[in-house]
């Protein structure tokens, strides 16, 4: 009976892996072994001079240190992270209010809204670019309406980071914006009934109903959008190549930028590592402060 | 006078947000040399996307990028099924830490592992394949999350009632739970086609030719040819050839989509 009952367990077990297994092998080919062996790389001197990579203990962390551009780096992606994050997300909250409202017109607003989630962000930094074009491009045509000299935007340091913040809010506040509609949805109406029936203003429904009731939503979404933020790198390739001189450089183009221009592969696995700390820092947060049962189970 | 100042702050933020994709959609169909120039004059032309298809090989990426993500999705949805089926329903030895692992996925995508993936790629000798571009894509941590919640959710009076039948596991899994899990596989469908039409910097590293690029690779190159505003015209006409499969199926199967990227928040 006993050997019965093991042999059973052990066929449930060999069939859960089996059925697991073909997950597993591509999980493991293309996360764990990366990711570690990344870290093991990032200990080795790996460039176009050292033909077979050749072991050089923390040397790569200390000139990553010491390297200017990786601190404008990500200098810059905190910035796009502060400038981005606030404001789409305050955005996003307004648009979900407004849609939620508006039976009629809702949809289309929330078409017109959403729309950019869809497009590829290369796409995207191609019109951009065109918006952003001194003297042809839209802006500067609207600025010329209004009077205004037309400025370099993506050519000048202090306004390539403006252009870039812009551009990634109209890409991301439509996308967050479902998170609130979804979380709206989820506010029992007969909160709202009974504080309008008490006479509640509109500015006390929101501060002290919908606000705090969308508390999970936002932090929820204030997670993805720190996270994106941190991933982005695909319009660099098209607008300005990270410059001019570094300006609107990020953390993942430096990466590219290491491992396939100056192919410093040691160096490229440094960084790596980093921007996976980065992710495991923000998801760990997560972890802590957030009730993962909402999203995970 | 509350509601009026809400109308229209928010219907101009609508316009400010669907500018862009006008103002791509009015100079792709310019005539070249009026591309740079606001008069508006009735005149449109075809010629744009004439000479971008001819230009380039645009219909071999148009394929490339159909092969790529309908490859992608069919291996996703075999990998996420089974691993979510055992994951729902299965209990043996291993299943919380391995769970745990497979949530690394979510936290730490393919995306940031470009360099470390591009290695691996190499040792397997893929690099510029489709098969490459695809692969690390076929374990979905987000499909399998997505498919287990819904698994979970079906009774096991359900399952009984199959054994007694004398369904095995894998007709039960097929005739039973597929059916039953559809608006999910639908979700995580979208969520993902959307997602590698749209991918761009690992393919741009993996791939070398043409017979491999997809779309956005292509596009990229076609439109970084040019000097800076040399082309407006036909890189608006590659832009508006490369968005609008999405952009038409967003805009028929609006809430379907919206549900889609509701679930894909778990990233």
Redesign the interface.
Known sequence: MEKGQWAAKFK??A???L??L??????I???????I??LI?SFYQADLSTPEPLFNGIDNYRRMLGDEVFWKVLKNNLWITLGTVPTSMA?AL??AL?ANKLLRVK??????????????????A??????Y?PE?G?LS?FLHWFGLEHLNWLGNQELVTWAMIIMII?KEA??FM??Y??GLQNISQELYESASLDGAK?WTVFSRITFPLLMPTTL??MV?AV?NSF?L??HL??MTQGGPDNASNLL?YY??QT??SFWD?GM??AL?VV??LI??VI?AFQFLFLDKKI??? | MQRRVENIAMFGLACLWTFPLIWAFWTAFRPREMATSWELTPDFTLNNFVHVWNGAPFAQYYLNTLIIVTGILAVQLVTATLAAYVFAKVRFWGRDILFILFLVQIIVPADVLLFPNYNVLGDLSLLDTKLGIMMPYFASALGIFLLRQTFKTFPSELEEAARMEGCSWWQMLWKIYVPLARPTYIAFGLVSVSYHWNNFMWPLIVTNSVENRPLTVGLAIFATSFETGAQWAEVSAATVMVILPLLLAFLLFQRQFLNSFIHSGIK
Not at chain 1, 29 to 35: E, G, I, N, R
């Open positions: 449930i077990n069939y859960a892996w059925l697991l073909p997950s597993l092998i591509f999980l080919l293309f996360t764990f072994y990366p990711v062996k990344t790389f955005l307004m648009m407004y949809s289309l607003i929330r078409t017109a809204f959403f729309y950019p989630t869809v497009i590829p962000m290369i796409a995207i191609n019109i951009w670019l065109f918006i074009t042809y839209a045509h109209w439509g996308y479902i998170f509609l979804a509109s929820f979404v993805i996270t991933k790198v695909d390739v098209i993942l990466i590219y491992a396939f592969q490229a696995s790596t921007m996976v992710l495991v998801a999203h995970y189970n």
